[in-house]
């Protein structure tokens, strides 16, 4: 990303986190220059963003000194993106008011750079009225929404408003400037783990976060694709801009994946579908009477298989998590479902693949094998969407 990134930081908890945000964009290629709102200094060092950016940072205030040096024009003229990281309510609101109150607001009524915010708020907050409307009039006016994501707040609380990690918004930054490779193109992604109900509390399911599948749907998109992702339970935000199918079993998933697949061109694979499901599912919930129990399973449709047959199959890519001899295991894979491109990842240890934010692919078709090396999912799901997309206008 040979881009200019200014990055305002306003007021909030998160803030800590700016500096981190600052070396992972640098460590995309980006030049970082830093906007401190009124008060974000109570939670991030100045000096520490100089330190990571290079550049002196700039204050709130738009002073004569300020103006003489690198004025608020020049600083929305300089831009390539206008991040806001955290976003706290208050500036989201002052954002759609247009206020022009402090530089960094200037900075945004000014520039005709794209903006993007990453929202770090209480889930109250988030959850409140004016917030949600403020978000979907920055929504309309083209401004890009980054997270928020769901987990523990630095108040105690739980729920929607952690600002993303300084990794993945970098990928997303990152991501705003990719190709436009799959324009116009139709990418359907299955994510996350299945659900095989034993009665209405209890089910079999794995560990599947979703992750990857999440992230391919949100670079698919960066690249112009319209994507549907027909995703199992998580506890992860889909992308806002993907048709977004819930599913719970195999059995569901499979029924929405082949009510529109004939419209799709590319078909990407990533959920952990379970391969067997119980014979029965219980009306009611199971009581512990017996000392033993034995479940009874029947195996589930091989959903990748099944699209790579169709008549018309689209393009399709499938995953292998494997936990030993990954390769050849996905290769095998390859020939006997009949795909085009196989994403294998080595599963089981502690760094990459389930719930971990990184992961590590061999990527492998008929002729080519790539060497996809570890790092963070987001930044991972645009290498390998950048590869689907090369792969598919070669056939
Ligand atoms: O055979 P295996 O389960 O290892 O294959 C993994 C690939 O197949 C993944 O792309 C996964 O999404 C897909 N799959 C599927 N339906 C199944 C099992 C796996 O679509 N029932």
Redesign the pocket.
Known sequence: MNKRVLLGVSAGIAAYKTPDLVRKLGELGAEVQVILSKNADQFVAPLSLQAVSGHAVHSHAMTAESESGMGHIDLARWADIVLIAPATANIIARLCQGNADELLTTVCVATEAPIAVAPAMNQQMWQNAASKTNMSTLASRGVHILGPDAGEQACGEVGLGRMLQPADIAARVGGLFQNTSLTGKRVMI?AGPTWEALDPVRGITNHSSGMMGYALAQAAIEAGAEVTLVTGPTHITPPSRAETVNVIS?LDMHAAVMNSIDQQDIFI???????YRPIDTAAEKIKKNAEQMTITMVK??????DVANLQKPPFCV?????TNDVVDYARG?LER?KLDLIAANHVGGSETGFGTPDNAITLISQNDVIELPKQNKSALARILIAEIAKAYTKI
Do not use: C, Q, S
């Open positions: 299955t195999a694979g990533v959920a952990a579908v379970a391969d589930n449709p091989d959903i990748l298989a499938g995953f292998a998590a494997e894979k479902k």
